[in-house]
């Protein structure tokens, strides 16, 4: 089936998957994806003109970036403390130093994997995700509350390589 | 013996009761009221004469604590968009809040700057 976009593919019902960089996937899974928001942005390097000031003479165009925010549920607490370690100098080694989550750089860049329930659905694959922040939300949904765990990632849309690009689709 | 207590098998103490009997039977009127109250039902007249004291008070102490729910639910829906969907997520089973709460840290990410 073919898809417009990774967002429209993000939205039909599946998990998420985490695995080191360069590995085949989709690894451990995170949890079930509830919800999610993706926020592209441009990266631009100004080129400015000495000899008038601060004047701007272009930009060279970086790459797009994919911020994405995913509500998750039926958590893997263990999981998420691979990806979001806050212990500094653990004894941990995968996926690298802990950190606090919102620290991380591109070295603790994760391949992050969503697999949707139908086979029919496409995947979406971000070779090289940074792990940004995780917070929790419980929802009273009157009858009863509803765990969540909320994070975000850091995504680029392009890399050097294809391995580092997100990919998605036939 | 009232047709409420029936309803909920809280039937009239043979003997004296002790203090946890006296306990258990009034958190079952409690609660059979609150469920009562709750699911829409309403006392008529003829319901309030059927009821002894005990029940009469149980009946009046969980009308009071539904219509305490009620104004703090209408305060939180009142106070801020988050309070609204936190308000609403009964009915939306919860999808604006965490449509919220996405937007939230996304926003608070980006003017973080990074």
């Known amino acids: ?170 | 013996m009232s047709l409420f207590g029936e309803s909920i098998g809280v039937y009239p103490y043979s003997g004296e009761p002790d203090a946890e009997t006296e306990n258990a039977r009034l958190v079952t009127l409690a609660l059979g009221a609150e469920t009562f109250l709750r699911g829409g039902g309403r006392l008529s007249m003829v319901d309030w004469t059927g009821l002894d004291s005990q029940e009469r008070a149980v009946f009046a102490a969980v009308g009071d604590k539904l219509a305490a729910r009620g104004a703090v639910r209408l305060a939180t829906a009142a106070r801020s968009v988050m309070g609204a969907a936190a308000v609403v997520a009964v009915i939306d089973d919860g999808d604006e809040l965490v449509r919220l709460h996405l937007t939230s840290l996304l926003d608070r990410l980006e003017r973080r700057g990074k």
């Open chain 1, 1 to 170: 089936m073919a898809v417009s976009s990774a967002l429209t593919a993000l939205k039909v019902p599946g998990s998420l998957f985490f695995d080191v960089v360069g590995n085949a996937g989709p690894g451990t899974e995170l949890g079930l994806v509830r919800d999610v928001q993706i926020r592209v942005a441009e990266g631009r390097s100004p080129i400015p003109v000495e000899e008038h000031g601060i004047e701007l003479a272009g930009s060279v165009y970086l790459g797009e970036q994919w911020r994405m925010a995913f509500a998750l549920r039926g958590d893997d607490a263990d999981a998420f403390g691979l990806v979001f370690k806050n212990v500094v100098g653990g004894a941990v080694q995968w996926p690298g130093v802990g950190k606090v989550p919102g620290r991380h750089t591109a070295q603790d860049s994760i391949r992050l994997e969503f697999v949707p329930k139908e086979a029919s659905h496409r995947g979406v694959v971000f070779a090289s995700a940074i792990p940004e922040l995780v917070e929790e939300l419980e929802v009273d949904l009157g009858h009863r509350v509803e765990h969540l765990v909320l994070c975000t990632f850091l995504a680029l849309r392009e890399g050097v390589t294809p391995a580092g690009s997100v990919s998605w689709g036939p």
